[in-house]
């Protein structure tokens, strides 16, 4: 079955850049989307259709993808970034079935 | 202020049913898909199933196909997840989401852009 995956850890200091990587065979035609996860906290959407960011996510926040492989790429990382991060796509013609990567857990410190 | 609120959760035994109810406000569900996502205890979300705006198309992981069933009542702007059989690997926190894509462009969905805080299933005996 499809899967997309993920590095379960990066680590980075504050102002540093991260970059958060999901592989999927299916992502050359395929959108790869982005959600942040806080602890005890709802997903929230920081990147869609590949590098599009909705409103009022920080211009930090920058998406890309090429060939099989996405990233998620905070640029200036800080502390309040610290979260679980999760790439999710399909792999379906008919967009009937979607999946989320295993996640990234990102420590700013 | 678009809002979803999700209940139904509950301890529940291995082979029995449950269903839980999304309850939407500030849009109409008519108008959007809706998904349902689920997270283990420690683990990272899955998602369960989908559900078009005309509830055309509907899609479910291969992990709850033919036990799960997503649905939704116009009328009461709410979405639906009726779960049989269910197993201890189905103990979960269970989101509600909404389609960020407006139903007419397309009968399918696709991402989703506002999340509920989710309601507890355990199975356990």
């Known amino acids: 079955s499809y899967e997309l995956t993920q590095p379960p850890s990066v680590s980075v200091s504050p102002g540093q850049t991260a970059r958060i990587t999901c592989s999927g065979d299916?992502?050359?035609?395929?959108?790869a989307y982005w959600y942040q996860q806080k602890s005890g906290q709802a997903p929230v959407l920081v990147i869609y259709e590949d590098f599009k960011r909705p409103s009022g996510i920080p211009e930090r926040f920058s998406g890309s993808s090429s060939g099989t492989m996405a990233t998620l790429t905070i640029s200036g990382a800080q502390v309040d970034d610290e979260a679980d991060y999760y790439c999710y796509s399909t792999d379906s013609s008919d967009n009937r079935r979607w999946m989320f990567g295993g996640g990234t857990k990102l420590t700013v410190l | 202020e678009v809002e979803l609120v999700e209940s139904g959760g509950g301890l529940v035994q291995p082979g029995r049913s449950l269903r839980l109810t999304c309850a939407a406000s500030?849009?109409?569900?008519?108008?959007?898909?809706m998904h349902w996502v689920r997270q283990a205890p420690g683990k990272g979300l899955e998602w369960v199933s989908g559900i078009s705006w005309k509830s055309g198309s509907v899609g479910y992981a291969d992990s709850v196909q033919g036990r799960f069933t997503i649905s939704r009542d116009i009328a009461k702007n709410s979405l639906f997840l009726q779960m049989n059989s269910l197993r201890a690997e189905d103990t979960a926190l269970y989101f509600c989401?909404?389609?960020?894509?407006?139903?007419?462009?397309?009968?399918?969905?696709?991402?989703?852009?506002?999340w509920g805080k989710g309601t507890t299933v355990t199975v356990s005996s």
């Open positions: 299916a992502l050359p035609k395929k959108y």
């Open positions: 989401a909404k389609d960020a894509v407006p139903g007419p462009m397309s009968d399918s969905f696709y991402y989703m852009d506002v």
């Open positions: 500030g849009f109409n569900i008519n108008g959007y898909g």
